[in-house]
Nanobody, 122 residues
Framework: QVQLVESGGGLVQPGGSLRLSCAAS????????MGWYRQAPGKGRELVAT???????NYVDSVKGRFTISRDNAKNTVYLQMNRLKAEDTAVYYC????????????????WGQGTQVTISS
């Protein structure tokens, strides 16, 4: 199980911005896909955005034009820049990685972060 440490959540007013970070620990050579999911109260977990090792990005329609996902492969870190936040963006945000190759040659499926709360409220 890969270890993922998330940061950057918090409380912000509508229209504000937040930046989430998620760092994977270990001697990792490559992570195939890094992404963010979210779960609002009373709802299921949904995909927010993913980014492949080559930089291909995918977003859920509700965040297109407002959120930007990026990654730093040297740091095994994925970011989610969230702008023009809305009340409906309130949720616990989870980092997820898929396809982790370690320098030892071991390859694992991936894993989830612990989640970070994002609350949009005036």
């Amino acid at each position: 199980q890969v270890q993922l440490v998330e940061s950057g959540g918090g409380l912000v007013q509508p229209g504000g911005s937040l930046r989430l970070s998620c760092a994977a620990s270990g001697d990792i050579l490559v992570i195939d896909i890094m992404g963010w999911y979210r779960q609002a109260p009373g709802k299921g977990r949904e995909l927010v955005a993913t980014i492949g090792s080559g930089g291909t990005r995918n977003y859920v329609d509700s965040v297109k034009g407002r959120f930007t996902i990026s990654r730093d492969n040297a740091k095994n870190t994925v970011y989610l820049q969230m702008n023009r936040l809305k009340a409906e963006d309130t949720a616990v945000y989870y980092c997820k990685v898929d396809g982790v190759l370690y320098s030892t040659g071991v390859r694992i499926r991936g894993g989830w972060g612990q989640g970070t709360q994002v609350t949009i409220s005036s």
